[in-house]
């Protein structure tokens, strides 16, 4: 029986040695992963570095995608059904290291901005694996939690959530671990606009550690220049990898989307 082809990136830790009794794989740098390497491989293991579109798989042998992230918006997933290509990705893989994340930014911004967190209300905006980790971290540190998923609200009714306009004109905090998505009901391209920002409470903290295109760069430079918030954190950035300067030098704290960038995440 003729073995597999895989090609995987370099950056996939513990990894090697797993395949190489079943497949002959190859590692490269997902960054640099071109339509040649992957022409006659059978599948591809990938992060976000390498975009697997049709430029990328037109004419491949590729018959299944994996990442090893949460996120998949790095796959052309219309392309994907077109082209009869299976791709799977790893849902919670590495919500511990972001909900860690996000409670060591913002104990860190307690602590240099002398407030306790306890009795603040913090907004989560997206309750899947990383927001409900979040939510359960901030209740233990004594804060009010408030709610905001529409697709599961949706699926599972109001109950604990509530609408957006209300989290933001009560949230101290808002924090958002939405999946990146232009279509359908609820799209979330740009949801942290110039109307989002307008809505928050004065002087409130925006968190974005999701996808960088969460957030309008243009609306979120308003809002700062309005002062309407007191501080920003953010981990995604439009265009990555360059982020915009002017919001990194500004930022309580910004990172290169590295939230989520544990060893046992990548795994």
Not at 69 to 94: K, L, M, Q
Request: glycine share 8%.
């Amino acid at each position: 029986m003729k073995r597999l082809k895989i090609i995987a990136d370099d950056k996939i830790p513990f990894l090697k040695g797993v395949m190489e009794p079943y497949a002959d794989i190859i590692y490269l740098p997902g960054a640099k992963t071109t339509a040649g390497d992957v022409r006659d491989a059978d599948a591809i293991f990938t992060r976000t570095r390498t975009k697997c579109n049709e430029a990328l798989l037109k004419g491949s042998r590729v018959g299944l995608i994996a990442t090893a992230t949460i996120g998949f918006d790095h796959i052309d997933t219309a392309y994907c059904e077109t082209a009869g290509i299976r791709w799977v990705n790893a849902p919670g893989c590495n919500s511990w290291s972001v909900q860690q994340y996000i409670t060591a930014a913002i104990a860190t911004l307690a602590y240099q901005r002398k407030f306790s967190l306890s009795g603040l209300t913090i907004g989560v905006i997206g309750v899947g694996n990383v927001g409900s980790k979040v939510a359960k971290a901030a209740e233990a540190l004594g804060m009010r939690v408030l709610l905001n998923d529409p697709p599961r609200a949706d699926r599972e009714g109001a109950g604990m959530f509530v609408s957006l306009d209300a989290l933001l004109s009560e949230s101290d905090i808002v924090t958002c671990h939405t999946p990146l998505t232009k279509e359908g009901p609820y799209p979330t391209y740009h949801l942290a606009s110039d109307l989002f920002f307008s809505k928050m409470k004065e002087k409130a903290v925006f968190i974005n550690t999701s996808r960088g295109p969460v957030t309008d760069t243009g609306a979120l430079k308003q809002a700062i220049k309005k002062n309407k918030l007191s501080d920003y954190i953010l981990d995604v950035w439009e265009g990555e990898p360059d982020p915009d300067p002017d919001l990194l030098n500004g930022a309580f704290i910004g990172t290169p989307h590295i939230a989520g960038y544990s060893s046992d995440g990548k795994a």
